[in-house]
């Protein structure tokens, strides 16, 4: 038997890390390097051109006056504490940037890939994926120091998966339970070009990031600090 047939790549991968989707929760799903470089720089570019766009990039003010340390934007809708809106009211008034059609198509194989059957006991919720279309998506940059607190997704009016993606220095990602903002929780590291999917039973769990590691943006990434996270959502709102 040939030396390629006994060692198949999948098995001889050094680093777990790119050992194909890992279930972390029913409905919760982590696909690490599922983005290439080539389209996580191609993303950092467009994110570039959305900082140009009718409204910057802005660390939003919660209710009780605390100002996140994550920076927001936002395309298909405006998402501030804790609504959805066409124009950033809580901005500068201007009208959010339209939802990507290949955001659309990205969001949809996202879906597919995390839930499609698989040999690691996934839930197979492909009539999830088929027609997912994801209207809404919050793009946070995280500079030196930022974190985000636990909390849940809950301003959609649908449970649609949320659709996770991760570009430039790695995170510690907390991911809890529905029922408190404390354990039992899994901490899980996202890197960059790492996908992470939530729906099902997990869509509602808290979730939360901790820290973000200094310095450890991947050659290539198109970042050269910070991380940004996408993250698509269905709102159920017309
Ligand atoms: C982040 N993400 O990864 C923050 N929410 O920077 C989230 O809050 C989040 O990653 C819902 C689903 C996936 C997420
Ligand atoms: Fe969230």
Not at 129 to 150: C, I, K, Q, S, W
């Amino acid at each position: 038997m040939s030396e390629d047939a006994l060692f198949p790549l999948t098995l001889i991968q050094p680093d777990t890390h790119d050992a194909g989707p890992r279930v972390i929760a029913p409905g919760a799903v982590h696909v690490p390097g599922w983005l290439s470089l080539e389209q996580q720089r191609w993303i950092v570019q467009r994110f570039g051109e959305w900082t140009h766009g009718p409204v910057p990039l802005r660390a939003a003010t919660l209710p009780g006056g605390h100002r996140m340390s994550v920076r927001t934007l936002c395309l298909g809708w405006h998402w501030q504490p804790y609504r959805y809106t066409r124009e950033a009211t809580d901005v500068n008034g201007r009208p959010v940037l339209e939802f990507p059609e290949w955001m659309v198509r990205l969001g949809r194989k996202a879906v597919a890939d995390a839930y499609l059957p698989g040999p690691e006991g996934n839930e197979a919720l492909p009539e999830l994926a088929g027609n997912y279309t994801p209207d809404a998506a919050l793009v946070n940059f995280y500079d030196r120091g930022a974190t985000m607190g636990m909390h849940q997704d809950k301003d959609e009016r649908s449970n649609a998966p949320v659709v996770s993606l991760s570009i430039g220095e790695t995170c510690l990602f907390r991911f809890g339970n529905t029922q408190t903002r404390t354990k039992p929780y899994t901490d899980v590291e996202l890197r960059s070009g790492d996908l992470f999917v939530f729906g099902g039973a997990s869509r509602f769990s808290y979730h939360g990031i901790p820290k973000v590691l200094p310095g450890t943006c991947p050659e290539g990434c198109g970042l050269s600090h910070g991380r940004i996270n996408i993250t698509m959502r269905v709102t159920g709102l017309s």
